[in-house]
């Protein structure tokens, strides 16, 4: 099926410095969608991908849609307290009209 | 505009009972989608909703339903509850198009004892 894999699957930084995480695939999405989610909370849309090599910004989050449209890349710059939380990709499945599928997440510390 | 809302938030049942869950979309936005949230599984699909009408369907088993009014409002009911079924149900809404993009609500954490 089409899963999607997210990696790190955990990173544990410092106040201030930047982060990469990213999400791919063996097969080809044609949307790219981000999310965060807090604990107790739903995900909160953070950024949309339609286009291949499409590069995004929402603030201090810049997402980039990857070339081969098998993957996906999520950047957080001069990362704050808030941040922490569980970031997830997700796209529609081929022929699943508008069901997505999501990726098992990075787990975000930051400390102050 | 407020955002989507989940009542309750949160539910303690025993094995064997069932549970109706709810869901009010954004307004303006017709499709609902029911995710369940596990720590083991992740995020998986339920089911879709569009103009009462289910679109979608997850790898659930049927005591996992789930209906649609008119006014976008929607319900989903899992019946003789079983303990795996302890999970964070999330209801998300989308404009209805071509658009992907779906917003959750908070979610309702159900746990089965």
């Known amino acids: 099926g089409q899963q999607l894999n997210q990696s790190p699957q955990s990173m544990f930084i410092q106040e201030g410095e930047d982060v990469s995480m990213n999400c791919t695939s063996s097969?080809?999405?044609?949307?790219w969608l981000w999310y965060k989610q807090d604990p107790g909370e739903g995900p909160v849309l953070l950024i949309a991908l339609y286009k291949a090599g499409e590069l995004t910004s929402n603030g201090r989050l810049t997402a980039q849609f990857g070339i081969t449209r098998k993957d996906s890349f999520l950047n957080i710059s001069a990362s704050i307290p808030s941040d922490v939380g569980i970031y997830f990709c997700?796209?529609?499945?081929?022929?699943?009209?508008?069901?997505?599928?999501f990726g098992k997440g990075t787990l975000l510390t930051v400390n102050p | 505009k407020a955002g989507v809302t989940q009542t309750p938030r949160y539910l303690i049942k025993t094995r064997g009972q069932q549970v109706t869950l709810s869901c009010s979309p954004i307004?303006?936005?017709?499709?609902v989608s029911w995710y369940q949230q596990t720590p083991g599984q992740g995020l998986q699909f339920l089911f879709e909703?569009?103009?009462?009408?289910?679109?979608n369907k997850g790898n659930f088993p049927g005591r996992f339903s789930g209906r649609q009014f008119s006014n976008s409002r929607s319900e989903m009911n899992v019946s003789t509850l079983e303990l795996g079924d302890s999970a964070l149900y999330l209801c998300?809404?989308?404009?209805?198009?071509?658009?992907?993009?779906?917003?959750f609500g908070p979610g309702t954490r159900l746990t089965v004892t």
């Open positions: 909703y569009f103009s009462e009408t289910q679109r």
């Open positions: 307004s303006g936005h017709r499709s």
């Open positions: 997700a796209g529609p499945i081929l022929g699943g009209n508008y069901k997505l599928t």
């Open positions: 998300a809404s989308r404009r209805h198009g071509r658009s992907y993009e779906q917003y």
């Open positions: 097969s080809i999405f044609n949307t």
